[in-house]
Nanobody
Framework: QVQLVESGGGLVQPGGSLRLSCAVSGSRFSAYVMNWYRQAPGKQREWVATITTRGTTNYTDSVKGRFAISRDNAKNTVYLQMNSLKPEDTAVYYC?????????WGQGTQVTVSS
């Protein structure tokens, strides 16, 4: 069983920044590919970013150049640094991993971008 706990969401003005964290239980964190997803009101959940076990990153086009995913294997934590935030980034953000063919999700953290 893998547990994921997100934190760091909040209300921010357009152009501002937030850093989300996702703490992952267990001793196999370094073996997990980690993902961030988001779900805006009335929309389907969408993939945002991925970091592999080797640190390779990938992003959806709408956040490229603004968001950065990173991981700290010593702390069992994955981060999402979000800069130049836009109102359309407003959503609940979830971290995710797949272990032994099972998808695990955190409870989500709300990010609201508004003036």
């Amino acid at each position: 069983q893998v547990q994921l706990v997100e934190s760091g969401g909040g209300l921010v003005q357009p152009g501002g920044s937030l850093r989300l964290s996702c703490a992952v239980s267990g001793s196999r964190f370094s073996a997990y590919v980690m993902n961030w997803y988001r779900q805006a009101p009335g929309k389907q959940r969408e993939w945002v970013a991925t970091i592999t076990t080797r640190g390779t990153t990938n992003y959806t086009d709408s956040v490229k150049g603004r968001f950065a995913i990173s991981r700290d294997n010593a702390k069992n934590t994955v981060y999402l640094q979000m800069n130049s935030l836009k109102p359309e980034d407003t959503a609940v953000y979830y971290c995710n991993t797949v272990a032994l063919s099972t998808a695990y999700w955190g409870q989500g953290t709300q990010v609201t971008v508004s003036s």
